[in-house]
């Protein structure tokens, strides 16, 4: 992508076969598509687009400098080349990772503001706190009614040895059943 917007336009090709990649994988979820449809949809028509993509790869690898925009995405592909395939084979992975880049952005954002935490153990809570939120956020828990609703169960006393109802799941879990 990098290639291509410092207007080296060969990048466009294999810009071009990984667009037609995500095109299938779109109408394949557009379709409902289970894992076992998913796969053979893959191995019809996601396979040989990166089949034919190793080959272009390869074809003009030789005559790039490794130092350029192009053969730096060259060496990308080669060194990420076989997770490429897993997906391929396996209908029930993503083509990409970018749902867990996503997740993870926040935290790694906060990481440089969470550095000085005060101590380890404000640094564990911190941790704690985070993981609780996220595993909430996933399930699908209204975070401002949880976080409202723990606050004053634990700020009125609740135990300890019940702490475990108010994790997301169970609290969710609750909620409805109420």
Excluded at 2 to 9: I, Q, R, S, V
Excluded at 46 to 72: A, C, F, Y
Excluded at 77 to 87: D, E, P, Q, R, S
Aim: hydrophobic content about 40%.
């Amino acid at each position: 992508m990098k290639a291509y917007e410092a207007k080296d336009l060969r990048a466009a090709i294999p810009l071009k076969m990984i667009s037609e990649m995500y095109r299938i994988e779109a109408e394949s979820k557009a379709a409902g598509d289970d894992h076992q449809q998913r796969y053979e949809r893959r191995q019809h028509e996601v396979k040989p687009i990166l089949d034919e993509l190793e080959q272009w790869i390869e074809d003009h690898r030789g005559g790039e400098p490794p130092k350029s925009l192009l053969g730096r995405a060259f060496t990308y592909a080669k060194n990420h080349w076989t997770i490429l395939y897993v997906v391929v084979n396996d209908g029930s992975l993503d083509l990409d990772n970018g749902d867990v880049e996503r997740a993870l952005r926040g935290p790694a954002m906060g990481r440089r503001n969470w550095l000085f935490a005060g101590s380890d153990e404000g640094a564990e809570r911190t941790a704690i706190i985070m993981t609780i939120l996220e595993t909430a956020a996933r399930q699908g828990v209204d975070l401002q009614a949880y976080v409202h609703d723990v606050l004053v169960k634990i700020s009125d006393g609740w135990l300890c040895s019940r702490l475990d109802e108010l994790l997301p799941s169970n609290w969710a879990a609750a909620r409805l059943a109420a």
